[in-house]
């Protein structure tokens, strides 16, 4: 875990704005309630009994347990905080940052591969957003060029975790490329240049996974 905070706290140190006082207050408080979190004891075991081993090693887990919960309301936080970031913003690095740090602490590949999809439709809604505003087209291509590589790695993930007997792959995946279809499809004529031919690009790449996967 300390791998992706650390990653995040970087993407803060980075962008010039970060988040507001009372935030990063809340945040310390949150963390340092996780990390004191007290050590629950078995009542029906009276303490002469109870082994030292379990005793020394109870507290670290159940520490753990509740650090990882805080985390997950901070980076829930972080994320609804630059929902509205996109390529070229201030936070729009520390928006990435925070959904690295909770793809990370995805459970199985199920999960991740749930995470993933919803980053990949992030960056769509971007694409869509920065072609409204006429932004650059390095931005727009940056963008589409993100969510392409994040659905195809959805697209691994929902594969393994399909022949692991996880979650409805097939019914995801199918929902996936069709919110994605409808989001995309429309984009491409408003397009120019090397984002035109990446969105139409994407929109075959999708057909394509549909096909293989049975969908209509």
Request: charged share 30%; proline share 5%; with cysteine.
């Amino acid at each position: 875990m300390t791998r992706p905070l650390a990653r995040l706290a970087a993407a803060l140190r980075a962008s010039r704005h970060g988040p507001r006082p009372e935030f990063r207050d809340q945040l310390r408080r949150e963390l340092l309630v996780a990390a004191a979190a007290p050590e629950e004891t078995p009542s029906a075991r009276p303490a002469c009994a109870r082994p030292r081993r379990r005793r020394r090693t109870w507290r670290p887990r159940v520490r753990h347990a509740g650090l990882i919960s805080a985390v997950g309301a901070v980076l829930i936080a972080f994320v609804q905080l630059t929902a509205s970031a996109l390529p070229g913003d201030t936070l729009y690095g520390v928006k990435r940052a925070a959904e690295a740090t909770w793809l990370d602490l995805s459970g199985d590949e199920f999960r991740r591969a749930e995470r993933t999809i919803d980053a990949a439709s992030t960056r769509a809604r971007e694409a869509e957003e920065l072609a409204r505003s006429q932004a650059d087209e390095q931005l727009i291509s940056r963008a589409l060029d993100d969510m392409e590589q994040q659905t195809k790695a959805a697209v691994e993930l929902l594969t393994k975790a399909e022949s692991g007997g996880d979650g409805d792959s097939a019914k995801v995946l199918d929902e996936f490329t069709t919110h994605q279809r409808r989001r995309v499809a429309p984009l491409v004529p408003r397009l120019r240049g090397d984002s035109r031919e990446r969105a139409a690009g994407y929109l075959k790449m999708i057909e394509g996974v549909r096909a293989s996967a049975g969908g209509g």
